[in-house]
């Protein structure tokens, strides 16, 4: 490690590929810190890690994370070796902040067991790893240590109700003013009561399995949550945060119903450390606001806008594209490089596709849907099966030569989707997206 910061390669998980080489248990033996705080879940993981990183960064505790690192196995080890002495026999920090996979809970659960768990939400996710939310749920349910004190989504009656025995405190985004419900989506993964099998009512859908449910047989609903987004108010970008019997106003930290769930889920952890909601206040005032994964630039009236839609993942690119068929006052292009294939090889899985929400963007509004990767004909017969018109769609198999396919002259704003793997062509495209602006569009 010490060679490698002087190189400056300071998130590498190298160190841990070694660790692992040598002592496949090497967990069991490294100092364990006073407190430890892990955060998993589907969606919303890596932003909530970054939202509480921030605010703990404020207090006094000295503090270790793997925000530079890995959230698997390899990465959490060389987190807990800056964390500890030389010789890893003691702690020299006060409290460690892991974002943790779901998936990898059976590798870090039997040595770290965290004092505090923040659960984000489960969804079905990538079909080469954890394709039904039922297998992930079991994992966790199997590994979470019993002491762990919980902290939930209760918006999400799967992850809220793992491991009944455990301490918990919830937290939710209660039904904005003029927020519509979705109750198209093709996903929902809950449909029936899980405890005595009679269809579930959704009193609000949000979106998917995501909503206020009840059970009009055994009474079955979500748990009632302790710290809720009751208000945003757009216009002065606040967010009203219900603590207890009071409310607290926190700086809008985004647009969309996602950016509110990270946020909350970090307050109420703060909460549920000891923290007053007027420090936490304080603390918000002094951070720079968590960026989320979607970056805009504006030039000469045109917008391009960069937005993380995960690998594999329909639930999440479902939301992505739920966002911008609701952005009707502009005309729209978006291009899709969420290829499904692991470092450029191809994957023989197109199943995500057929779950994921392309309806949404089928839109007269929406001139131009563009795809690139090895995908790309799958990707169009998805297309053509939600409606979009052909004349509408283009693609090439080269991601950033699908900036050279949008047609400026018809479209204001350009939403480019790229996945964890294809984020430095997302950047290319962008590039050559804002260079076509500046030779081609008149200020």
Wanted: charged share 25%.
């Amino acid at each position: 490690m010490f060679a490698l910061r002087l190189l400056g390669r300071n998130g590498t998980h190298f160190p841990g590929v070694l660790a692992l080489k040598y002592s496949p248990d090497f967990l069991a033996h490294i100092a364990k810190p006073k407190k430890l705080v892990a955060i998993t879940g589907t969606n919303g993981k890596t932003t909530t890690t970054n939202f509480i990183n921030d605010l703990l960064a404020k207090t006094d505790l000295k503090i270790a994370n793997n925000s530079l690192g890995s959230n698997i196995q390899e990465g959490i080890i060389v987190t807990m070796l800056k964390a500890s002495s030389f010789f890893g026999k003691r702690s020299v920090v006060d409290l460690v902040v892991l974002e943790v996979d779901e998936r990898v809970s059976p590798k870090i659960y039997p040595y770290l067991k965290p004092d505090y768990l923040v659960i984000t939400n489960l969804f079905r996710d990538s079909y080469r790893r954890n394709a039904h939310v039922g297998f992930i749920a079991d994992i966790l349910e199997d590994t979470i240590p019993d002491k762990t004190r919980l902290i939930v989504n209760t918006d999400d009656i799967i992850s809220s109700y793992l491991c009944p025995n455990n301490p918990r405190i919830g937290f939710s985004v209660a039904q904005l003013q003029n927020e519509p419900e979705i109750r198209d989506s093709l996903i929902r993964d809950v449909v029936y009561c899980p405890r005595c099998d009679t269809r579930l009512i959704y009193d609000f859908n949000r979106y998917h399995h995501i909503g206020h449910v009840h059970c009009p047989k055994c009474g079955f609903t979500n748990l009632k949550p302790e710290v809720t987004v009751s208000e945003v108010d757009t216009l002065n970008r606040q967010v009203h945060i219900r603590i207890g019997e009071q409310t607290f106003l926190f700086p809008q930290p985004g647009e969309n119903i996602t950016d509110y769930y990270n946020m909350v889920a970090a307050i109420t952890l703060l909460i549920d450390l000891g923290y007053a909601p007027e420090t936490i206040q304080g603390y918000f005032s002094e951070i720079e606001l968590v960026k989320t994964r979607f970056h805009a630039h504006e030039y000469k009236g045109k917008q391009v806008i960069v937005m993380m839609a995960k690998d594999q993942n329909p639930v999440a690119v479902s939301r992505v594209f739920d966002y911008i068929h609701r952005q009707t006052h502009r005309n729209s292009a978006l291009i899709l490089i969420n290829e499904n294939s692991e470092h450029h090889t191809g994957s023989e899985n197109t199943a995500w596709y057929h779950d994921c929400d392309f309806e949404y963007v089928n839109q007269p509004f929406i001139h131009q849907v563009i795809g690139g990767g090895h995908r790309i004909l799958d990707m169009k017969v998805r297309c053509l099966l939600a409606g979009i018109p052909e004349e509408r769609l283009a693609f090439s198999s080269d991601e950033v030569k699908t900036a050279e396919l949008i047609d400026l002259n018809r479209v204001d704003d350009i939403y480019v989707l790229y996945g964890t793997k294809t984020e430095p062509e997302a950047k290319a495209i962008r590039k050559r997206l804002l260079e076509r602006i500046e030779g081609e569009v008149q200020a």
